[in-house]
């Protein structure tokens, strides 16, 4: 018996890097495909101090944690990129795409947990979801948190399995490392107490059996476990302890994020809108969009945990622990009002551990060969049309407006608007020296900077400037700035570009660098 359990996990293990190297597949091509969201470009400037100085200070009243930016070095060393002016997207988004592959690998540490079939099941779904693919693409906060909180949920269950304190510091780094990343890990705290708690309470109704493992924490081995989250914590948001004040911005950080969670936020939505994108999701001209295939699968495992049938004994008590705290964390993130839709990647995680288990129960239920079969065949299609969805939405249509997981995303367009204006501002006298304003205000005007970045005079302003100006100027079209009518021409307005879905910039140039602009530009061919 023992020599088949180890040869199991010998094939688990391969399987498990199977399915890491078809995540990374889907993953990391094209990575420079999609424009910067404006999130993106405002972590990768403050990436800029931290990589060229050494210098990060936490900010308490906007962005998030340190983790992203110091887990972002390395890839950036081994980039061999000289300097920021030449960081590229591509680059910057390695750190979020190797999250994303570890969730897979990560799982394998629930086997025991979950049992080989749901653990197996789990890594494949979490490879093709296609909400887990997108954002493993972009280069903020959401993938990192998840994936440490798979750390802490398996440190804390394989502490609870052989109460070796090893794992008691492993849950305890994964806790510091969740607080380092993003103000909202709360809430999955949150939701795992009150988890446990409904766990313990069903489990005294429903009875596992003698051989489940039972929970419990030696004091020594919480004490550890707490000391390695704080020292985690504290390492980072002192930005290695040259930033004391760090720790205490951490916590008055929750002043300004209650406001935009109580509904101060332009990012208000209904209980339902993470569910919208998930289960149905279509626009006009657009294909459907769903990942009710997860939903479905949970679902069943979610019933199959509560009454303790087709599961092994070791994984009912893990299984009615991930129910409810699935159930939890997701009536949390659909209560509050402040939305984005990366966040359902906190409530979509454990969804698709639980939909593991719900793949295991059917395959358990279904034990006569035809059913059996059947079963098989139709989870197999269910994840291959995941997996397509996946790589339309992150390659043939990462751009499409009517792809669910986009959101106030950059168009296009914005590459046209800033080669136009480097190509401008090289031929006036004080080349990539030329002074440029850009007029908007600042939730507006981002990802601008990011693009902007190897220019060396650009101001960035709420209202028009006096006169005189600067020759160039890229003003938001809401301001109706009119300089060319002002100016009796001396500044031109030269185009309309759009940064955003139905968001608009004017750029003016000043009429004589214009000229020289346009001479540099090859004539038609009639004019030759």
Request: glycine content about 8%.
């Amino acid at each position: 018996m023992p020599q088949r359990a180890a040869s199991w996990d010998r094939w688990l293990v391969f399987l498990l890097l199977t399915v890491a190297a078809g995540a990374l597949a889907l993953r990391l091509p094209q990575l420079d495909r999609r424009p910067m969201h404006n999130d993106e470009a405002v972590n990768a400037v403050l990436l800029q101090g931290l990589w060229e100085r050494g210098v990060y200070h936490y900010n308490p009243d906007e962005y998030h944690g340190p983790s992203l930016h110091y887990a972002s070095l390395p890839f950036l060393w081994l980039s061999g990129t000289p300097d920021f002016d030449h960081l590229s997207e591509r680059t910057l988004r390695w750190v979020t795409v190797a999250a994303g592959v570890a969730l897979v690998l990560g799982v394998g540490l629930l086997r025991g947990a979950l049992g080989t079939t749901a653990t197996l099941a789990a890594a494949i779904l979490l490879a093709l979801s296609p909400a887990m693919v997108f954002y493993s693409r972009y280069f903020i906060h959401e993938m990192l948190l998840v994936l440490f909180t798979l750390l802490l949920l398996a440190g804390a269950w394989r502490y609870v399995e052989t109460r070796k304190p090893g794992w008691a510091a492993v849950a305890g780094a994964g806790l510091g490392l969740m607080h380092a990343t993003k103000e909202t890990f709360v809430i999955t705290l949150a939701a795992m107490g009150l988890a446990v708690a409904a766990t313990l309470a069903w489990n005294r109704w429903r009875p596992l059996s003698q051989n489940s493992t039972k929970p419990g924490w030696n004091p020594r081995h919480l004490a550890l476990a707490l000391t390695m989250a704080a020292a985690v914590s504290l390492t980072l948001f002192t930005s290695f302890f040259t930033h004391l004040r760090g720790p205490l911005d951490s916590v008055l950080t929750y002043l300004p994020w209650l406001q935009r969670a109580g509904g101060h936020s332009p990012h208000i939505h209904p209980w339902y809108a993470y569910f919208e994108r998930l289960l149905w999701f279509q626009s006009a001209r657009g294909p459907v969009w769903t990942e009710a295939w997860i939903a479905v699968l949970a679902l069943i495992g979610f019933g199959a945990a509560l009454i303790g049938r087709g599961l092994p004994n070791s994984s009912i008590g893990f299984a009615r622990f991930l129910a409810f705290h699935t159930v939890l964390i997701t009536a949390a993130y659909s209560a509050i009002p402040y939305k984005t839709p990366w966040c359902l990647l906190n409530f979509w995680m454990p969804a698709i551990l639980l939909a593991g288990v719900g793949t295991a129960a059917l395959l358990a239920w279904a034990h006569r060969r035809p059913l059996a079969w059947t079963v098989g065949l139709i989870w197999i299609a269910g994840s291959v049309h995941l997996g397509w969805q996946a790589w339309q939405g992150s390659h043939s249509l990462t751009n499409h407006r009517g792809n669910p997981y986009i959101y106030a995303q950059t168009v296009p367009n914005i590459l046209e608007l800033s080669d136009r204006v480097k190509a401008i501002a090289a031929v006036g006298p004080d080349g990539m020296e030329t002074s440029i304003r850009v007029v908007a205000a600042e939730s507006e005007y981002w990802p601008l900077p990011w693009y902007l970045r190897q220019l060396r005079n650009v101001g960035w302003l709420d209202t028009l400037p006096e006169e005189p100006y600067p020759p160039i100027l890229v003003v938001g079209a809401g301001l109706k700035a009119a300089l060319d009518e002002k100016t009796q021409k001396r500044w031109l307005s030269v185009g309309y570009y759009e940064l955003r879905p139905r968001e608009f910039f004017e750029l003016f140039v000043e009429f004589e660098l214009w000229k020289r602009f346009v001479a540099t530009l090859p004539r038609p061919k009639d004019d030759e």
